[in-house]
Structure formats: structure tokens, C-alpha cells
């Protein structure tokens, strides 16, 4: 089984900048690709970024340009920067770690709030 820990959630100002980290432990080896999505109040949860093993990332459209998704060294942390945050990123921001076949598992949502 795979844990994930999110953090570095919290209130910004439009146009601000937030960085947020998951560290995967557990049964790590059978990850194959880290992720971050995002669910605002009354949507369904969306896919924000994802990367690959391999470090090849995919985007959704609206954080293209804006948002750059990494993992660490040793595979098992993902970090998402978000810059020139927009009150339409307003939404709780979950982890999410894939193994080849199905989602492994998911972290327990850091919020984040972009408000002046």
C-alpha cells in the first residue's frame, strides 16, 4: 500500500505563488506516475498535473503556463508550483499516485485559497 502526505496549501493573493509537496512511502516501487488534482466546491474532482516516472508531465489546460509539476530525486515526492494563481484555482488539491494498471492510492487534500 502507498501513503501519500500533501502540504504547503494555504491563502493567496491573486497573482501570488504556492508550492505544494506529497511524499509517497509504503509500497513506493509500484508507482508509476504521481499526480495532482483539484476539486472546488459543487465540481468534480480534476485533473491538475501529472508526471510520469520518466518525467514526462501532461497539464490541463487552464494551469498550462502557470503551474510546473516535478518529482524529487528519489521518485517518491512530487512537488506542484503554482504561480500566478487566479481565484478560479480556489479548490482543494489532492495527491494521487498511479501504479501501471489503477490508482494506488490518494492524499488527504491540502486547500488552497486564492482571495485578496
Known amino acids: 500500500q502507498v501513503q501519500l502526505v500533501e502540504s504547503g496549501g494555504g491563502l493567496v493573493q491573486p497573482g501570488g505563488s504556492l508550492r505544494l509537496s506529497c511524499a509517497a512511502s509504503g509500497s513506493v516501487a509500484s508507482i508509476y506516475a504521481m499526480g495532482w488534482y483539484r476539486q472546488a466546491p459543487g465540481k468534480q474532482r480534476e485533473l491538475v498535473a501529472r508526471i510520469t516516472n520518466g518525467g514526462i508531465p501532461n497539464y490541463a489546460d487552464s494551469v498550462k503556463g502557470r503551474f510546473t509539476i516535478s518529482r524529487g530525486n528519489a521518485k517518491s515526492t512530487v512537488y506542484l508550483q503554482m504561480n500566478s494563481l487566479k481565484p478560479e484555482d480556489t479548490a482543494v488539491y489532492y495527491c494521487?499516485?498511479?501504479?501501471?494498471?489503477?490508482?494506488?492510492?490518494w492524499g488527504q487534500g491540502t486547500q488552497v485559497t486564492v482571495s485578496s
Open positions: 494521487n499516485a498511479e501504479g501501471h494498471y489503477s490508482f494506488l492510492n
